[in-house]
């Protein structure tokens, strides 16, 4: 459900933004210049769906490590971005005058409908990167839902129409309040889930635990003392004589083994804190309270809740949260 409330928030910025720009030229009476800021919105548009697709093309032309290590960097990316646009919207609680001070100056220019063209076109499309961010995120981490995306995206449009054509009033402060507190959770369980792509990628190492690697089967310590042993078995990556030709190694068919991907499966368990995850049921689908389940992952999209987290994913969330909770404190107080 983050992308929800992403859309809401993204659309309905974008949608105070030009309806900021259109009031202040309808009232300068530059009919001219409307066309232009109209056309800025639309080229944007068009340009954000293009860089859309550029992105999903470069995003699958990774493999493996590299793939792991790209979604990583972007799901940070993401979360600093998202970071960003918490902590200016906290100093700018109030953008109209900023905005309009802007459209001033762009009439002002020589060429006033390039001017205002740019102005248009830069605002939307901030906004489209930023949904092409935040989205790509969701997917990695969650997967992406159409209706939820479509749904905030309406009521982003229809917040926007009735402040500025119905004249509607919407408490702006109370609003972005409420939803930058659950954008922080977002914001954190981004960065959270960045360090654990970059974490399997290889980048950063498991720091805690202990895998005794020496001989199968391998002994892996947790920190809390649980003990688990991986014996030799088939792991994704490795070479297969697939007799049964079903595209998945069977018992009984043979395969090269390599001893490094039993020791990453190791380390990996052995990093984890806990795991409070219940298992699978036996249909092969994921109990509601598991963190890819539909309580759990609903916990997981708002608040970045993870089931067996390892100890530098936790501090991650942690200081996230604190370091956000504590900017977005500073800015705001500053801006009342």
């Keep these: 459900m983050s992308e ?3 859309m809401f928030r993204e659309v309905l910025e974008a949608s105070l933004i030009i309806g900021i720009l259109y009031t202040f030229l309808v009232q300068s ?3 001219d210049l409307i066309k232009q800021l109209w056309n800025g919105v639309f080229t944007a548009i068009g340009v954000s769906i293009i860089c859309s697709f550029l992105f999903q093309i470069l995003a699958g032309g990774f493999e493996g490590n590299a793939a792991k290590i790209f979604e990583g960097i972007v ?3 993401a979360a600093f971005v998202l970071a960003t646009m918490i902590i200016w919207m906290s100093k700018n609680i109030n953008i109209k005058a900023q905005l309009e001070k802007d459209a001033n100056n762009a009439m002002k220019s020589t060429n006033a409908p390039l001017a205002i063209f740019i102005l248009a076109f830069v605002a939307v499309f901030r906004e489209g990167v930023e949904i092409i961010l935040f989205l ?3 997917a990695l981490k969650d997967g992406l839902s159409i209706l939820p995306s479509l749904l905030g995206t309406f009521l982003g449009l229809v917040c926007g129409y009735l402040i500025f054509i119905k004249g509607r009033s919407l408490p702006l402060k109370t609003f972005f309040n ?3 507190t659950f954008l922080i959770l977002v914001c954190a369980g981004m960065m959270t889930y960045g360090v654990h792509e970059l ?3 290889g980048v950063i190492p498991y720091f805690t635990g202990t895998v005794d690697a020496e001989q199968y089967p391998m002994k892996a310590t947790r920190m ?3 003990v688990k042993n991986f014996s030799k078995k088939w792991d994704k990556g490795e070479v297969f004589t697939d007799i049964n030709k079903n595209d998945k190694w069977d018992e009984g068919e043979f395969f090269i083994d390599n001893p490094t991907y039993t020791q990453k499966k190791a380390h990996k368990w052995a990093s984890r804190l806990w795991d409070i995850n219940p298992p699978k049921n036996k249909n092969g689908t994921y109990p509601m309270f598991h963190d890819k389940g539909s309580i759990g992952g609903l916990l997981k999209g708002f608040l970045g809740y993870n089931g067996d987290p390892s100890l530098i994913e936790l501090i991650t969330w942690l200081l996230t949260i604190s370091l956000m909770g504590f ?5 705001s107080s500053k801006a009342s």
């Design 4 to 6: 929800l409330l992403i």
């Design 29 to 31: 009476k530059k009919p």
């Design 75 to 77: 799901m940070i990316v």
């Design 136 to 138: 790509y995120s969701i």
């Design 178 to 180: 409420i939803t930058s």
């Design 199 to 201: 974490e399997s990628g």
């Design 224 to 226: 809390s003392g649980d």
């Design 327 to 331: 900017l977005w404190k500073t800015n």
